[in-house]
């Protein structure tokens, strides 16, 4: 029987590797975008504080984070 190796990731990442904030979730919010290298968290900015709103897995690695605003003509 061939050996095969299995690589998996226990604990998610904890360094921070890029932020950016904007409306991304609503034009009246503003957003927090936070990247830890295979993930990244938004969070809504208020007055009490960070509200987590979604936390995205992804395959593979952020290394830049960047904000834009379309132009609707």
């Known amino acids: 029987m061939a050996a095969t190796n299995y690589v998996v990731t ?6 921070v590797t890029a932020l950016a904030t904007g409306y991304f979730t609503s034009s009246t919010e503003l957003n927090l975008i936070v ?3 295979t993930h ?10 960070l509200k987590l709103v979604k936390d995205v ?3 593979g690695r952020i290394n830049v984070l960047k904000c ?3 132009t609707v003509k």
Do not use: D, H
């Not at 226990?10 to 360094?15: E, K």
């Not at 990244?40 to 504080?49: D, K, N, R, T």
């Open 40 to 49: 990244f968290e938004i969070y809504i900015i208020g007055s009490e504080g």
């Open 35 to 37: 990247a830890k290298n």
């Open 57 to 59: 897995c992804l395959y």
């Open 10 to 15: 226990v604990q998610r990442p904890t360094q």
């Open 68 to 70: 834009f605003r379309l």
